[in-house]
């Protein structure tokens, strides 16, 4: 999906000649036409589309399928469009001008992922956390009534951690092997991803114990996170699916406890 045509027959070109078949769309509304229209692997999608830009276009294509790929053109360079861009719903972002070999091997790069993703999800679909229900085959975070989806990468991160329960991952080890890019940029791009997680399962997201911060390493993942003592629970609530969150409290390494009324969580339950 690129307006400009020099650049998207030459992109097909490279791509036909990898072995993958291609359809090309010019503008965003033949954009979303033409993904209604059959189903795909992958999306490569230009950020600046006539009629219905990238942003837009990767918001609605993720309303229909939550799961497919979606890679990210753009001539802009700020991080935070770039940040948007994965918010939206791409998986993966390049900056304009590339390198046709670079598009191939993010292309690759996107697929093996998914593969990985889809037989990591086929062994465990699913896992609790505290109160919060993950269902990585459905990409979406069950947490007192209310269901909040979740793009594909924030699942890979997320499923990432959670199948290395208790050891630390490092940021690095998160962008070589969840992004697959070199590791000195973009640190600030976990960040951002992590503390969308947050935001979904911690029960505080301001005092995180699912996905706890090692200072200078990277992070830890706790399913059965420790509660913070004398915490005021509401009855009932989010407990719908039974006793399996609750744990034992467990040992924390080098954390302070620092008791404080836990906020509910935001988004009334209805
Ligand atoms: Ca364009």
Known sequence: MEDEESLSIGL??????????????????????LFASRDFDLIVLDLMLPYVDGFEVAARIRGRSPRVPILM???????????RGLETGADDYLTKPFHRKELLLRVEGMLRRKA?????????????????????DELTVRSAGRVTRMTPREAMVLKYLADREGKVVTRRELLEKVWQVPSDVETRTVDAFIARLRKMIEPDSGRPAVIRSIRSAGYVFTASPEEPAGTPRKPGAGRSGGPSGKAAPRPTRAKKARPAPKRTVRGKPR
């Open 73 to 83: 053109l753009t001539a802009r360079t700020s991080a935070a469009d770039r940040i």
């Open 12 to 33: 097909e070109y490279n791509l036909r000649e990898e072995g993958y078949s291609v359809a090309r769309a010019a503008d965003g509304r033949r954009a979303l036409e």
């Open 116 to 136: 990985w993703y889809q037989s990591s999800v086929e062994a465990s679909p699913a896992t609790r956390v505290g109160r919060c229900e993950i269902r990585f």
